[in-house]
């Protein structure tokens, strides 16, 4: 059964830090890109960012150049998003997914955590 589980969400002020992280389990983790999407309130999801199987190549959602950075210990099955310079829309849930495996870099995705709660306000 894979297993997807997000962790490292909390209450922020404007300009802080936060590192997420997501355990895997139940599947090949190293073989499969990985991503970061979020739901801010009273919107869709939104792509964060993507990492590639072996850690080689990420990519970003334009506003979070600069301040998010994704990385992956394959060795734990573990994928983590550190996140800068938090500004307050910023906030929303934020979900970790497994790419599906086909070309591109914005999905699609065959399974999602639960997400974690991230809230940036002073």
């Known amino acids: 059964e894979v297993q997807l589980v997000e962790s490292g969400g909390g209450l922020v002020q404007p300009g802080g830090f936060l590192r997420l992280s997501c355990a895997a389990s139940?599947?090949?983790?190293?073989?499969?890109?990985m991503s970061w999407v979020r739901q801010a309130p009273g919107k869709g999801l939104g792509w964060v960012t993507v990492?590639?199987?072996?850690?080689?190549?990420?990519y970003y959602a334009e506003s979070m150049k600069g301040r998010f950075t994704i990385s992956r210990d394959n060795a734990k099955n573990t994928l983590y998003l550190q996140m800068n310079s938090l500004k307050s829309e910023d906030t929303a849930v934020y979900y970790c997914?497994?790419?599906?495996?086909?070309?591109?870099?914005?999905?699609?995705?065959?399974?999602w955590g639960q997400g974690t709660q991230v809230t940036v306000s002073s």
């Open positions: 997914a497994k790419d599906l495996g086909v070309p591109g870099i914005r999905g699609p995705y065959d399974y």
């Open positions: 990492i590639m199987w072996n850690g080689g190549s990420t």
């Open positions: 139940g599947f090949t983790f190293d073989h499969y890109a």
